[in-house]
């Protein structure tokens, strides 16, 4: 006993050494989520000398068999639609460096600490089912002096764990050994079966762990969405915001009468944010469910599609900015909010930066929630749908879309290759498709194309700040959407059936409309004015001169003090580095598999800048796992000044 706090605190003390911007202590880097590295060892002119400096393998040692038996357990208990999720999961996982021990959270249930410059296994935890860790990470807290740093995740199945972050073994007097039961009653809504559980890390203010959750997206009762705060020496219950106003609460009127009863997902199960210095907590929070049809919840639907300031102590509202208005197109807010300092007018702005699958970019002053750059409310399209109210306007920043928003069936028809045009002109032609607009509520009738679908714009990857430059560097997806509306028996009227899916070939991974089909923007904070846009993604099964098409991808970038952005997330199994200031892609590095997760550069205990990232393959995309790597780079010995 004696020896573990010994190491918990020998940890501390190397924690409270290393808070010089040189780890990666958070998702990221910064509780603000800038994802911005000081270190500039690695530049333009010397990244084409970057090295595998190590591999660590995630895949147990032990045989197949036991590994299959843990997934088909977990695939049991979290049911058939979860199950078709588990068997094609990959790890999006973005690891954390703290006094070099990397924290890192696994596909195989586990979670384990290694040396950051050897990758060799400091120790490892096994994570006892049906639920597994979250595939997106961990969370680190400190400690206070008497208790010694933790790690700290959430499972699928509800449960909150803490572990010691010297020795993996669980967190003494955390909940029940190490475990909280997120699952209570309160949260659970009188639907004790609803789906109830986390997938991305929470986030640590002080001495609490501030949790949102994943909750079904119809139908539309089941669990709340609340955000929650618990004592991270204790697991007690320390404050709750209510995402979905209950009577007497701010919001409660942007619901009709009812709807607000036993109404689930409003929830963050993306990435929050925090200005440790104010003591605020930004929620990005996600749409009501059903996600596709609001004929039972006419209104705005407060907080649904909002991003939230909170007191981070109390969970107090401080303000909101609604980003879509009755959410009927799973927009949901999932990125973390990016804090920086804007230059506008002459003035230093404190600023958030928010976006979404919409493709846009909206700036908002992070004290008052006020625009810094315009935004106006614009007219859309009303809904056909028996029984749906859609908002009349949506709010518009002055920053053009940073992906497709538009699609001309004459005009924007893939022509890369003659059999591709072919086939989608008759799949369109012979479906009779019609054209939509943004924001254009689907239809009864006839299969609607939407730009951006559900898997267009910025996912969960969000965006990361340079501030050298003072750019917003973000990747999107020009994916779009063909969705119809079919009426049905069940407690929801209308619900997506009939033709529909991605806008694109099935197979091929080809969509249907003219490429670039992924793009990387850089976005200046000062005006809110595009400075450049690249390709981002190549194609590999197209002819050669027709592969620069850009690739759908989930994950983020990351900009580092060297004046580079590295990114994975492309479905095409690469790793690159842009150059900030021009976007012209200056590195390249084939992967065992696709990166669809945000990679991380930190500092070596050999003085060496490393940049770490995940490569599984996998995702919700259904596309197989082929790897279990995490790969750090590095320049060669000796070579780095």
């Known amino acids: 006993m004696l020896k573990i706090g010994f190491l918990s605190l020998a940890l501390l003390s190397t924690t409270a050494l290393a808070q010089d911007g040189t780890d990666w202590p958070t998702y990221g880097h910064d509780k603000g989520a800038m994802r911005h590295s000081p270190l500039a060892q690695i530049t333009p002119a010397n990244v084409n000398d970057l090295q595998i400096a190590w591999v660590y393998r995630m895949k147990p040692a032990h ?39 990397m924290y890192i959270s696994t596909p195989y249930s586990r979670v384990a600490a290694l040396d950051a410059t050897t990758g060799k296994e400091i120790w490892v935890r096994e994570i006892p089912g049906p639920g597994q860790p979250s595939l997106r990470g961990v969370e680190y807290w400190a400690g206070d002096g008497k208790t010694g740093p933790r790690i700290f995740f959430g499972t699928r199945d509800g449960r909150l764990i803490g572990l010691d972050a010297a020795t993996g073994a669980y967190a003494l007097g955390f909940g029940g050994n190490g475990v909280v039961n997120l699952k209570t009653d309160e949260i659970m809504n009188g639907s004790p079966a609803a789906q109830y559980g986390m997938t991305t890390p929470p986030i640590v203010f002080r001495n609490l762990i501030i949790t949102g959750s994943s909750v079904q997206e119809n139908p539309a009762l089941g669990a709340r969405g609340d955000v929650r705060a618990w004592d991270a020496r204790t697991g007690k219950l320390v404050w709750t915001f209510h995402t979905v106003p209950r009577r007497g609460e701010l919001g409660y009127d942007t619901w009709a009468a009812g709807s607000t009863e036993k109404r689930s997902g409003v929830n963050v199960w993306g990435f929050m944010s925090l200005d440790a210095k104010r003591g605020i907590v930004y929620l990005p929070i996600g749409a009501p469910t059903h996600d596709r049809y609001g004929g039972d919840r006419h209104g705005d639907n407060l907080f649904g599609t909002s991003l939230v300031a909170a007191d981070a102590a109390t969970g107090k509202y401080l303000w909101h900015f609604q980003v879509v208005h009755h959410d009927i197109w799973d927009i949901d807010l999932e990125s973390a909010p990016l804090l920086f300092d804007a230059k506008v007018g002459g003035k230093t702005v404190p600023a958030v930066a928010v976006v979404a699958k919409n493709a846009l970019l909206f700036m908002l002053d992070r004290v008052t929630g006020k625009p810094i750059h315009p935004v106006e409310e614009r007219p859309v399209p009303a809904s056909t749908v028996p029984g749906e109210l859609a908002a009349p306007t949506q709010p518009f920043p002055i920053t053009p879309p940073l992906a497709r928003t538009t699609f001309s069936i004459e005009k924007d028809i893939a022509d890369v290759t003659p059999e591709l045009k072919y086939w989608c002109e008759n799949w369109i032609k012979s479906n ?47 994916f779009g959407q063909v969705t119809t509306m079919v009426k049905t028996d069940g407690p929801v009227a209308w619900m997506p059936g009939g033709v529909g899916g991605r806008f694109q070939q099935p197979g091929t991974g080809l969509m249907c409309q003219r490429p670039p089909w992924g793009q990387l923007s850089a976005v200046d904070s000062k005006t809110g004015k595009i400075v450049w846009q690249s390709t981002l993604g190549i194609t590999d099964s197209l002819p050669e001169g027709k592969r620069d098409t850009g690739r759908h991808g989930t994950g983020g970038a990351i900009t580092t003090a060297g004046g580079l952005l590295f990114i994975g997330s492309t479905d095409d199994s690469r790793f690159r580095a842009f150059e900030i200031a021009t976007g012209k892609e200056v590195w390249t590095h084939k992967l065992e ?41 590095a320049l060669p010995k000796g070579s780095a000044r």
């Open 432 to 478: 009779n498709m019609a054209e939509g607009v943004q924001y254009q509520p689907m239809l009864p009738d006839r299969p609607l194309i939407v730009f951006p679908g559900t898997e267009g714009g910025s996912n969960w990857g969000g965006a990361t700040f340079d501030p050298k430059t003072g750019y917003i560097l973000v990747n999107t997806n020009n």
């Open 593 to 633: 598999a696709s990166a669809h997760a945000t990679p991380i550069s930190y500092r070596g205990t050999d003085g060496r800048q490393y940049v770490a990232v995940v490569s599984t393959g996998g995702s919700y995309h259904n596309s197989p796992r082929t790897s279990d790597a995490l790969t750090a780079f």
């Open 63 to 101: 045989t197949e068999a036991a590994t299959d038996t843990g997934e088909a357990a977990r695939r049991a208990a979290e049911g058939a639609g979860a199950q078709r999720a588990s068997q094609f999961a990959g790890s999006e996982m973005t690891p954390l460096v703290v006094g070099n021990r």
